[in-house]
């Protein structure tokens, strides 16, 4: 089992920055996939960017964010997103998921979740 735990968010006019972290715990060796998806009200969760370990790491970014987010990953098995220059479009709940799947796309592939964190752009 794979606990993740977010932290981060907030509110920030457009143009602005936040940083998001999870901090993920529990069989966490068994992951394949390790990211952040985002959900507005009346829309499905769409995946922002994500870790994909197999052969390797390699990240995936969704077009709208790719120049303006970062995924990092410290050693302590937490995974940040550094968003940057936020327009009020990215306003949404974010979480942080898991899969120790291959598959990595879309948010029922998905096995562990956070509880969420808000991010409000103005």
């Known amino acids: 089992h794979v606990q993740l735990v977010e932290s981060g968010g907030g509110s920030v006019q457009a143009g602005g920055s936040l940083r998001l972290s999870c901090a993920a715990s529990g069989n966490t060796y068994s992951l394949n996939c390790l990211g952040w998806f985002r959900q507005t009200p009346g829309k499905e969760r769409e995946q922002v960017a994500v870790f994909i370990y197999s052969f390797g790491r390699s990240t995936r970014y969704a077009d709208s964010v790719k120049g303006r987010f970062t995924i990092s990953q410290d050693a302590t098995n937490t995974v940040n997103l550094q968003m940057n220059n936020l327009k009020a479009e990215d306003t949404a709940m974010y979480y942080c998921?898991?899969?120790?799947?291959?598959?990595?796309?879309?948010?029922?592939?998905?096995?562990?979740w956070g509880q969420g964190t808000q991010v409000t752009v103005s």
């Open positions: 998921a898991a899969d120790p799947s291959w598959r990595c796309g879309l948010a029922s592939e998905y096995t562990y």
